[in-house]
Every structure is written in structure tokens, then in C-alpha cells.
């Protein structure tokens, strides 16, 4: 969690972005029962699916449909697909669908495609897409819609926090 500097600038050893700060969410239940308060954090709204955070600059907002057409273009093998894909998982996000394997949901896309859902599921549960159900790749993947949070100071700065 410790950020590290390198010629003159501070980074952040993580994604910098985070995801539980919502209402009722983990980090609040917990930063009740403890006698400090939360980190200061700047919320990302729940229409924005991803960004991207510049060394010692805000992350800038790109909406679904721009992430759309950059998904068409990476994967122009299975576009269709890769959309309806994503689709698929933010319309079963909180609903539960069992252990229905994520590979099933996968058959019409492409092995490139595969291989990049893949790449972000070994960053946070650490599955591959064939051991990973359908219900915890949406939850997981789709983690940005329901929002993200910049902690200022970084991740460091909840281990830097004392009573």
C-alpha cells in the first residue's frame, strides 16, 4: 500500500481507483465502529464506466457509449458479442443466478476477447474466466458502474490513519 517515489514524483502502487465506499457499503459499516473517520475521496458517478487517472492529474470520466465503440474497435472479430457481453453482466448484477459458469456466456466471443476478461479477473479474484461463475465476473467486472472512489493520498493514506 506504501507509495513510492521516483524521479520527483509520488505514485500510487495501485489501481487508484476503488471500489465499496458507496452508502452502506463495506469501508462505511467499518469506519463506524472504528474511531476514526474515512479518508477524503472523491466519488466517481454510477453512469461513468470507466477512467483513467494521469500521474499528479483527476481521472477523466468515459461513458458506456464511448466504451462501446473502443470495445467494436479492439474486437472487431466479436463486437457484437463483447457488447452484448458486458450488457449481459450489468443486467445480473445483484441478482442471483447461482454458479452458472462465465464461459457459457462467453461462446460467441472471440479467444482475444476471452483473454482480455480474463486479465481483469486475475487483477481482483484471481480466476480465470473457466473457474470464475457468471454471477461474480458481474459482480466484478462491473464494479465501476455502481461506483469508484480516488482516495486522496492513496491507498497509503488509510494505512497512515490513526486514533
Known amino acids: 500500500m506504501a507509495n513510492f517515489e521516483h524521479h520527483c514524483y509520488a505514485f500510487e502502487p495501485t489501481a487508484g ?5 458507496e452508502a452502506d457499503g463495506v469501508y462505511q459499516r467499518i469506519f463506524s465502529e472504528l474511531p476514526i473517520g474515512p479518508p477524503q475521496l472523491t466519488a466517481f458517478h454510477h ?9 499528479s492529474k483527476s481521472p477523466f470520466p468515459t461513458i458506456w457509449s464511448i466504451f462501446d465503440d473502443r470495445l467494436r474497435s479492439a474486437f472487431p472479430e466479436c463486437s457484437q458479442a463483447a457488447v452484448a457481453f458486458y450488457r449481459l453482466l450489468d443486467s445480473i448484477v445483484g441478482q442471483s443466478l447461482a454458479n452458472e459458469p462465465l464461459a457459457r456466456s ?4 472471440s479467444t482475444r476477447f476471452r483473454r482480455f476478461i480474463d486479465v481483469q479477473l486475475q487483477t ?6 473457466a473457474q470464475c ?7 466484478v467486472l462491473t464494479t465501476p458502474r455502481r461506483g469508484m472512489w480516488s482516495i486522496r493520498g ?3 493514506a488509510l494505512a497512515d490513519r490513526h486514533g
Open 124 to 129: 481482483s479474484p484471481r480466476l480465470a474466466s
Open 47 to 55: 453512469h461513468l464506466w470507466c477512467a483513467c487517472r494521469m500521474v
Open 133 to 139: 461463475s457468471l454471477q461474480h465476473a458481474a459482480d
Open 17 to 21: 481507483l476503488y471500489s465499496g465506499w
Open 106 to 109: 462467453m461462446t460467441d466471443c
Open 154 to 156: 492513496g491507498a497509503q
